[in-house]
């Protein structure tokens, strides 16, 4: 391989007298050598492609001359604003230098011999090909794509492809993949209640999302803690009971910004409006919405989850759904649902009335159940499909058409769920292994990665109502100073999981210097990611 | 409370009708009477003074008008450049938004009434006053210190007295303050080596240091993993054995950089070059310097530690610490001394047959015995003192004069190690308990608060052995991405047991509210301080 290198840089040659100038080339001559050995290029990819084929054979790129173009043939064109605003994104992501005016000398210095051009063209005029496919051959690049989002995930990969010697030239190796994620949902919540985040802080997540090719950002917005959400229809939701009205809220423009944000990065916004229970503060800007709760005969001063005895909850939930379908555009709204305390209903003497009216007994899972399928359907209405927690299905409320979210649980009981849910014919997301937001000493990533979202009894049918999965950052020790380095790259463990083949990605071992390359990525991108050992980056975090 | 804010504001209502300003104002009132009763300003300073009265009678503070000035009596005066630039400093850590253009204009609306100016004096002409004084009353703050560090400490309880009301008007409350450290060693540990820290880095840590009133920067400067310390004496160690010969070292100006910075803000440098174990990469700047392993009787290939029975070795170190003993002016040098694998001093028959020439039969730890009490001499000559890890008191070595460093253990066995190094009449350093690095979901902190330094079986006289304690963060999973949050505010609780009084801090309870808005205060001085739990601060941070 050092042969290769002398070849290409034969005339470049640097020789001094200098002992520290010969300990540099040392250990340049031996960076190449772990680039060319532990992270070859066949694995340059997080997460990893479907099919990846690539050789030796080394193409310089210059960035004075390198273009992006759509290829002739393509269906998208020039006016095509993701993938124009991708160009554009992509560039400085590729050569991550060249922007800066201190390294630009370089180039001049050393790049000698004349350079290759490689054009990243893409075909959007093949919507029957099941697989993506990105080539790079001497002097072109073409990525061919049947969607938009394709072409985005495309042009990640091809980004990830270039690379620096140790001269600050840029590479790519001649390449070829076919890709296609395994896992259609590929996920990740943060939740903006328990923390608020400031507009940034979500955006840069949105970015880092991007690069391990999640799609979708589940929003958890509101939650007990606060309601950071500015309604139009209720700005009392937000004015009295966020943090603050005006410095700890997402105003219209903010949620705008951050759907349009994940929009050009292929991210769907998943928002979470979380009821029956969860909703504290809810209370505070919408009185009369919550149970008040009895000690004895008389209210004892504290709420519990949203009345279902008072159709007025049901008339508030729906002018307010209303509102959210048509502020977030994703066709899915997700309900929550979860960890519904009865105690409170149980005190309230209108609820008991109210059972007993419908004729529930005293199982109270009924009114859940009553409350739910009421909020479900009225999501129906709004032409948006729903997801719940487990805990809906676990407590036999009539469900179908919505997707099931598993977040709990021992291994063997979330398997037990997955096969009960999907063969009750239910869609299904697994968060379960992916919360995140607990943290312990060590390589934690393992765990993610290790993962078998399929590993679970259940025919090839019930296997393909797993649509994904789901990485969860709650917010009770994380806002925005360790959300980033909390994340990443913990939750690119899990992004492999859910976009790669399990069978080529089934080592921890292998995964680990690829893991570690990665990581250095996402710091030269700006993204603050954690060490998994130690180590270092060439360029490190510097920004505190 | 209301009321008195009420007269002080009694000209200041703002009357309108939109819904909006009023709910900003139920807010505020609101925000007020946690201020007054949740973070009464007795308890607002972090680590909690030793006395501390306080009244809420206030006085408001004009950045305008504010001067530092020394009072006339005061041994220190202009010109001493660790006051003088404390003042400089701590202008801007009081007026927090002074400085920024966007705010000033507040000042001009709000500040209606006359302002009282506080000037902070510094009396340094008390040489026998045990206790250093800190005293806020109408117009005029007074500050008497034996020491300029004292002072530092005192003009950091006074920064952290002032605060800001709704209006963004700064007040501080009638107070007298009574304080010391119970501790003289308060130590955190950086470890440069298994990840390399940037510079700024490092002064950010300083700086939050000094408002936790820390006092000890351990820089575990080398170890294994690289050696960043660039050496005048040996330049190979650095440019053969950093993770670059370049960009991840510390340079001498770097080095007297982080001294500086240091020493300004009342923090002592101890420099740590653990020997003879954890060195692996002082071998590769420095050939024949460790011992090379045997497998059978040939050379594995692979080498342990420093080899003992070589008298270059011990040349080598007296070179290096000499410069190490100019370069670091604290009159400490940390030698390290623990985990010492006998496997390969056993293998080689170079150290074999030192064994047998020096008596020491098989009993290898005669041989770091040996070692380690050569190094200590060594050091001594220098005119420094020794701090060792405990592993060497373990070892019964001969160590008089020197200072115990324990790191290890259970609760039982650490409180058994106090009692007999104590016994045996050295003083010692307890870092054991304060281990930060290891990480847990919850709140750790706790953990961190609740240890008792001086809880084991001893008389009064081996309890004054216990100079203090020491936070350590290794580096295996940490470097700048992640250093910040993970030390703050967790660091800070072991800052609050190191320098106040263990009765009125036993609360966890008690000290929640207060560390949350220390916290806070951390965060606005730019610190990225992570949450303790649920909750938010008015100025959260946003420099992702």
Not at 72 to 98: N, Q, T
Not at 160 to 188: A, C, H, S, W
Not at 404 to 422: F, N, R, V, Y
Not at 511 to 522: E, G, I, S, V, Y
Request: charged content about 20%; some cysteine.
């Amino acid at each position: 391989q050092y042969l290769t290198k002398s070849v290409i840089f034969g005339t470049m040659e640097v020789k001094t007298s200098s002992n520290s100038v010969r300990f540099d080339k040392q250990r340049c001559s031996f960076i190449v050598l772990i680039m060319f050995f532990s992270l070859p290029a066949v694995n340059a990819v997080w997460p990893m492609p479907q099919l990846i084929s690539s050789s030796t054979d080394r193409y310089p790129l210059s960035p004075r001359q390198f273009i992006f173009q759509y290829a002739s043939g393509s269906s998208a064109k020039s006016g095509c604003s993701v993938i124009d605003s991708a160009f554009k994104r992509y560039f400085p992501l590729i050569f991550v230098d060249y922007l800066k005016k201190t390294e630009k000398h370089m180039y001049r210095t050393f790049s000698m011999q004349p350079m290759l051009n490689v054009y990243a063209s893409i075909h959007l005029s093949f919507p029957f090909s099941v697989v993506d496919k990105l080539s790079v051959s001497s002097g072109q690049a073409s990525l061919r794509a049947k969607t938009v989002w394709g072409a985005l995930r495309g042009l990640e990969s091809f980004s990830q492809l270039v690379y620096q010697d140790d001269f600050g030239q840029y590479f790519v190796n001649k390449t070829e993949i076919d890709d296609f994620p395994r896992f259609k949902f590929r996920g990740l919540l943060l939740d903006t209640s328990r923390h608020y985040l400031p507009l940034p802080a979500i955006l840069k997540t949105l970015d880092a999302m991007s690069y391990n090719k999640f799609n979708v950002f589940h929003w958890h917005i509101v939650d007990d803690p606060s309601f950071p959400y500015q309604s139009s229809t209720f700005p009392g939701l937000s004015s009295k009971g966020a943090f603050h009205p005006s410095t700890h809220v997402y105003s219209q423009t903010d949620v705008s910004r951050v759907i349009s944000h994940a929009r050009l990065r292929g991210i769907r916004v998943l928002p979470e409006f979380d009821s029956p229970g969860h909703t504290q503060s809810w209370g505070k800007g919408q009185p009369g919405l919550l149970t008040s709760c009895y000690k004895g005969s008389v209210p004892s001063g504290t709420f519990g989850p949203v009345n279902p005895a008072m159709s007025s909850s049901y008339q508030f939930i729906s002018r307010l759904f209303k509102e959210v379908a048509s502020v977030f555009p994703d066709p899915y709204i997700h309900l929550g649902g979860d960890e519904v305390d009865f105690t409170c209903w149980k005190s309230n003497p209108e609820v008991r009335g109210f059972m007993q009216k419908m004729g529930f007994g005293t199982d109270y899972t009924k009114l859940e159940s009553y409350y739910m399928e009421n909020i479900i359907n009225l999501t129906k209405t709004l032409n948006k499909t729903s997801i719940v927690w487990q805990d809906v299905f676990d407590n036999h409320e009539k469900v179908k058409e919505t997707v099931l979210h598993i977040w709990k649980g021992s291994p063997a009981q979330i398997q037990q769920e997955l096969s009960d849910i999907t063969l009750a014919g239910y869609r299904v997301i697994l968060s379960a292994p992916w919360y995140i937001n607990h943290i312990a000493y060590g390589q934690d990533w393992t765990t993610y990665y290790n993962v078998q979202p399929l590993n679970f009894t259940g025919s090839e049918q019930q296997k393909s109502l797993v649509i994904g999965g789901e990485v969860c950052m709650w917010g009770e020790y994380v806002d925005a100073t360790n959300l980033s380095p909390r994340l990443w790259p913990r939750a690119s463990a899990a992004a492999e999981r859910l976009w790669s083949d399990e069978k080529t990605t089934s080592s921890v071992t292998d995964a680990f210097p690829r893991l570690t390359d990665f990581r250095c990525r996402l710091l030269r991108r700006g993204i603050q990611a954690e060490p998994l050992f130690v180590g270092h980056c060439r360029h490190e975090y510097e920004g505190i």
